[in-house]
């Protein structure tokens, strides 16, 4: 019999960040995954996560609701809360923003570029491996862990 696992609060962000990157690439077909989570990159939601104002956002919703979870009615521990709270500045850090500082001279990106889009792809490959873990038949269009 198979059973349903429950989605861990962390992966909700890996989850987000995939859907809108399989979005990108869905709209621009014969485009690669690192295009498309570079078109990531320039989006209002983007610069919300990397700006901390997603978890905030998050935060704030969690709090009126009382740390209640909506779907099993549980309340989320504390030790969630933390874990989350260190996602939103592991996140900060790794997809800082320098304006103007994108690609260099040569159209290679930036260490500090480089360093998001690596984030991005290691998200969204986290996303995959528990997607195919947990035995979600969600499509995964990115195919980043074959």
Known sequence: ???????????????????????????????????????????????????????????????????????????????TIRLLKIQKDVTIKQLIKYPKLYYAKSSFPLEISQRAINYLWRMCESYELWSKESGNKELLPLNIIE
Not at 1 to 21: C, R
Not at 45 to 61: A, V
């Open 1 to 79: 019999m198979n059973k349903t696992i429950k989605k861990p609060y962390v992966i909700y962000l890996a989850q987000i960040i995939y859907k809108n990157i399989s979005n990108i690439k869905k709209k621009n077909p014969g485009i690669s995954n690192i295009d498309a989570i570079e078109g990531f990159i320039g989006t209002k939601l983007y610069d919300d996560i990397s700006s901390g104002k997603f978890h905030d956002d998050w935060f704030r919703d969690l709090e009126n609701k009382k740390f209640v979870d909506k779907e099993s009615g549980e309340k989320i521990p504390e030790e």
